[in-house]
């Protein structure tokens, strides 16, 4: 009986060692003879004439063993509708429960065939009663895979085609990436019949191509030379740096089909040819080490391959290495538990950050799916599944993109591609055409639900909450800006404008897969001017004067040393005869003052005569003298600078000499219009 292995080398060489040559005709062949003819041709990994001996011999035997061994091989074969045909025979017919595991790989097989809604239930019963725990786990992973389906969205604006007869053979292709925009490589067996080993065919090994871009499509592909395809060993997995000069690529031998031996290699460009290749230092060991690509991690190159290594998790994991030179790398380091899992991850792909896988360990629509996985600086989020279209039931792998991600490659054994034998058999390269992402935001302003021009507005990227690059654009005598947007990117709009307050509107583009034109209203709210200040308050029109407060009559001045009474001196004493009429009882003090010019003791006299011509002045014109004291201060009040030895204008000399008048008794206050006592 054929055991299930999980090794990817039937992916990766499907049908090498492969013979349709029969030994005898089967008509002439006994039972016994036939499954001796079976087993001769398995040992030599002549699947196909094994297949058609074990058929002949079932159908003569029915021998359930037989049709296990017979179900193994189909799947091994990746003609999974067989496949599934001949499980569950296996699993209809045994009673006994002699093969526990065909459930498994019976309801595998229906998955693969797209039969999610039959499959869950072969999926929960082999989980319910298998004692295989390693199994079991695989089942429960392959059972969240087929519930998921539904709920994975439909692919938009992606155009996923055949790669066409210049690129596909009926054989598999592996591993293309594209260089430049122009030019891409891949490796293919670049068959399109079985395989015949006759002992003729010498050359069966899979090599490294190239085509270049040619309208819509790929130039025939073109092999390369000897410094790639060294003779004698499989060329695989091939990687391109960005600038075009270095080639990454596994060399492999083979025993049957199993991989027996790879390890990667590099080569430099020399001018339109290939290098010699050279094995890396570091990366490679006693173990299978292939599937390289390059990327960047803690700010340095790497190398992200796929190995069998001890240490790991499961199958085949994907572990990291960093450059140390022209073809030396550091130690291997495991990406971890978060990406690698215990079925098999395979052909990494790194891009800005992205690092794109295909896995069997993670719940998946088929065998292979494509994930990826974001590295933030310390870590991987969780692996996301790229959904419907880059994936189907059956296997899909090798995914890649160019520079701008919007084209790119896989490689899946969907139906519909060129096979060999079976409608999965073999894998094809198919392209991948996402329709350019265009996004953009017309911002509107308004106010109070009417347009409002000359705005400025500024469009600011937001990252964790704080504020990245900014655009700024004024609206101008229209009341709309315009601003291209990044996909998965917040954004904090902000219009100002003088009179108004700022309007700020946040957004987003997650999760939006399709070119969209957004438009966002601003309205901006009307800051009133504020009202105008108050008018001074108005000037009283009188002046209240109490008992000894002074009352200084501006406008009576004397000539230097006299005391007369000048003319324009009698405004002013008009006044306080006009308030000694009107307040009869009220008597007064009328002061003089000098300069300080002149002694002192003369000033003194000088300042009590000048009051007394005051008096007299009033007496004069009947105020009774008793109501009138007249006191001389001489210069023993100065109002300002002017003192004893201080140069003085005349101006500043003749504001010290001055009359004044105070109630000593009578009224208590008194009003005098404000007017009355100003300097004229």
């Given at each position: 009986?054929?055991?299930?292995?999980?090794?990817?080398?039937?992916?990766?060489?499907?049908?090498?060692?492969?013979?349709?040559?029969?030994?005898?005709?089967?008509?002439?062949?006994?039972?016994?003879?036939?499954?001796?003819?079976?087993?001769?041709?398995?040992?030599?990994?002549?699947?196909?004439?094994?297949?058609?001996?074990?058929?002949?011999?079932?159908?003569?035997?029915?021998?359930?063993?037989?049709?296990?061994?017979?179900?193994?091989?189909?799947?091994?074969?990746?003609?999974?509708?067989?496949?599934?045909?001949?499980?569950?025979?296996?699993?209809?017919?045994?009673?006994?429960?002699?093969?526990?595991?065909?459930?498994?790989?019976?309801?595998?097989?229906?998955?693969?065939?797209?039969?999610?809604?039959?499959?869950?239930?072969?999926?929960?019963?082999?989980?319910?009663?298998?004692?295989?725990?390693?199994?079991?786990?695989?089942?429960?992973?392959?059972?969240?895979?087929?519930?998921?389906?539904?709920?994975?969205?439909?692919?938009?604006?992606?155009?996923?085609?055949?790669?066409?007869?210049?690129?596909?053979?009926?054989?598999?292709?592996?591993?293309?990436?594209?260089?430049?925009?122009?030019?891409?490589?891949?490796?293919?067996?670049?068959?399109?019949?079985?395989?015949?080993?006759?002992?003729?065919?010498?050359?069966?090994?899979?090599?490294?191509?190239?085509?270049?871009?040619?309208?819509?499509?790929?130039?025939?592909?073109?092999?390369?030379?000897?410094?790639?395809?060294?003779?004698?060993?499989?060329?695989?997995?091939?990687?391109?740096?960005?600038?075009?000069?270095?080639?990454?690529?596994?060399?492999?031998?083979?025993?049957?089909?199993?991989i027996e031996e790879s390890k990667i290699y590099v080569s430099s460009k020399s001018g339109n040819d290939w290098s010699g290749a050279k094995v890396l230092a570091g990366v490679n060991g006693e173990y299978i080490a292939k599937q390289p690509t390059l990327g960047e991690l803690y700010g340095k190159e790497v190398l992200f391959f796929v190995s069998d290594m001890d240490g790991g998790y499961g199958g085949n994991d994907i572990y990291y290495a960093t450059r140390k030179g022209e073809a030396a790398f550091g130690d291997p380091i495991n990406l971890g538990s978060t990406i690698n899992t215990a079925g098999n991850d395979e052909t990494p792909f790194y891009r800005d950050g992205t690092l794109y896988f295909s896995s069997t360990g993670h719940p998946g629509m088929?065998?292979?799916?494509?994930?990826?996985?974001?590295?933030?600086?310390?870590?991987?989020?969780?692996?996301?599944?790229?959904?419907?279209?880059?994936?189907?039931?059956?296997?899909?792998?090798?995914?890649?993109?160019?520079?701008?991600?919007?084209?790119?490659?896989?490689?899946?054994?969907?139906?519909?591609?060129?096979?060999?034998?079976?409608?999965?058999?073999?894998?094809?390269?198919?392209?991948?055409?996402?329709?350019?992402?265009?996004?953009?935001?017309?911002?509107?302003?308004?106010?109070?639900?009417?347009?409002?021009?000359?705005?400025?507005?500024?469009?600011?990227?937001?990252?964790?909450?704080?504020?990245?690059?900014?655009?700024?654009?004024?609206?101008?005598?229209?009341?709309?800006?315009?601003?291209?947007?990044?996909?998965?990117?917040?954004?904090?709009?902000?219009?100002?404008?003088?009179?108004?307050?700022?309007?700020?509107?946040?957004?987003?583009?997650?999760?939006?897969?399709?070119?969209?034109?957004?438009?966002?209203?601003?309205?901006?709210?009307?800051?009133?001017?504020?009202?105008?200040?108050?008018?001074?308050?108005?000037?009283?029109?009188?002046?209240?004067?109490?008992?000894?407060?002074?009352?200084?009559?501006?406008?009576?001045?004397?000539?230097?040393?006299?005391?007369?009474?000048?003319?324009?001196?009698?405004?002013?004493?008009?006044?306080?005869?006009?308030?000694?009429?009107?307040?009869?009882?009220?008597?007064?003090?009328?002061?003089?003052?000098?300069?300080?010019?002149?002694?002192?003791?003369?000033?003194?006299?000088?300042?009590?005569?000048?009051?007394?011509?005051?008096?007299?002045?009033?007496?004069?014109?009947?105020?009774?003298?008793?109501?009138?004291?007249?006191?001389?201060?001489?210069?023993?009040?100065?109002?300002?600078?002017?003192?004893?030895?201080?140069?003085?204008?005349?101006?500043?000399?003749?504001?010290?000499?001055?009359?004044?008048?105070?109630?000593?008794?009578?009224?208590?206050?008194?009003?005098?219009?404000?007017?009355?006592?100003?300097?004229?």
């Amino acid at each position: 009986m054929i055991i299930m292995r999980s090794i990817f080398a039937f992916l990766l060489f499907t049908f090498v060692g492969l013979a349709t040559v029969f030994a005898q005709p089967i008509t002439t062949s006994t039972p016994g003879k036939m499954l001796s003819l079976a087993e001769e041709s398995l040992a030599k990994n002549d699947y196909y004439n094994a297949l058609e001996w074990y058929d002949k011999y079932y159908d003569e035997v029915k021998d359930r063993e037989i049709a296990n061994t017979i179900a193994n091989m189909h799947y091994q074969l990746r003609d999974y509708n067989k496949a599934e045909k001949w499980f569950k025979r296996v699993v209809d017919k045994d009673k006994k429960n002699k093969f526990p595991d065909a459930r498994f790989y019976y309801a595998r097989m229906l998955k693969m065939n797209g039969k999610y809604d039959e499959a869950i239930p072969q999926f929960q019963q082999f989980i319910n009663e298998s004692a295989n725990t390693e199994l079991v786990a695989q089942a429960k992973v392959e059972m969240t895979g087929a519930e998921m389906v539904k709920d994975l969205p439909d692919p938009e604006a992606l155009t996923i085609e055949n790669g066409g007869k210049n690129l596909n053979s009926k054989y598999s292709e592996y591993s293309p990436v594209i260089v430049g925009g122009d030019q891409m490589y891949f490796t293919a067996m670049r068959r399109d019949e079985i395989l015949v080993m006759d002992g003729k065919e010498k050359d069966y090994h899979s090599k490294a191509f190239t085509a270049s871009r040619q309208g819509d499509g790929w130039t025939k592909a073109k092999e390369l030379g000897d410094e790639i395809n060294r003779p004698g060993f499989h060329t695989g997995n091939l990687a391109v740096s960005a600038d075009g000069e270095r080639m990454y690529f596994s060399r492999m031998r083979l025993n049957g089909n199993e991989i027996e031996e790879s390890k990667i290699y590099v080569s430099s460009k020399s001018g339109n040819d290939w290098s010699g290749a050279k094995v890396l230092a570091g990366v490679n060991g006693e173990y299978i080490a292939k599937q390289p690509t390059l990327g960047e991690l803690y700010g340095k190159e790497v190398l992200f391959f796929v190995s069998d290594m001890d240490g790991g998790y499961g199958g085949n994991d994907i572990y990291y290495a960093t450059r140390k030179g022209e073809a030396a790398f550091g130690d291997p380091i495991n990406l971890g538990s978060t990406i690698n899992t215990a079925g098999n991850d395979e052909t990494p792909f790194y891009r800005d950050g992205t690092l794109y896988f295909s896995s069997t360990g993670h719940p998946g629509m088929g065998g292979f799916d494509i994930f990826s996985t974001v590295w933030d600086g310390s870590g991987w989020s969780s692996p996301a599944n790229l959904g419907k279209g880059y994936n189907t039931s059956v296997d899909d792998l090798y995914f890649s993109v160019d520079k701008e991600g919007y084209s790119g490659f896989l490689v899946s054994n969907r139906p519909g591609g060129r096979s060999v034998k079976s409608k999965t058999c073999c894998n094809d390269i198919y392209t991948v055409d996402l329709e350019k992402l265009v996004l953009d935001v017309n911002a509107l302003t308004f106010s109070g639900g009417k347009q409002l021009n000359d705005v400025i507005i500024q469009l600011v990227e937001m990252k964790d909450n704080t504020e990245g690059d900014t655009n700024e654009k004024a609206t101008g005598e229209a009341n709309t800006a315009n601003f291209g947007l990044k996909s998965e990117m917040a954004y904090v709009l902000i219009a100002s404008k003088e009179g108004y307050e700022d309007a700020r509107l946040e957004f987003n583009t997650v999760g939006i897969t399709k070119s969209e034109s957004m438009t966002k209203k601003l309205d901006l709210k009307f800051i009133p001017p504020p009202p105008p200040p108050p008018p001074p308050p108005k000037e009283p029109e009188y002046e209240t004067y109490t008992t000894n407060e002074p009352i200084r009559l501006n406008n009576i001045y004397y000539d230097y040393d006299d005391d007369k009474i000048l003319i324009e001196s009698e405004r002013d004493l008009s006044l306080v005869l006009e308030l000694m009429n009107k307040y009869p009882d009220m008597v007064i003090e009328l002061s003089s003052h000098t300069d300080s010019r002149g002694k002192d003791a003369y000033n003194q006299n000088l300042s009590q005569r000048r009051a007394q011509s005051a008096k007299n002045w009033l007496v004069s014109r009947s105020v009774a003298t008793e109501r009138i004291k007249a006191v001389g201060y001489g210069e023993s009040v100065i109002l300002n600078r002017c003192t004893n030895g201080v140069t003085c204008e005349d101006d500043e000399h003749r504001f010290n000499r001055r009359t004044e008048v105070k109630i000593i008794s009578g009224p208590t206050s008194i009003k005098i219009e404000k007017k009355r006592l100003k300097k004229q």
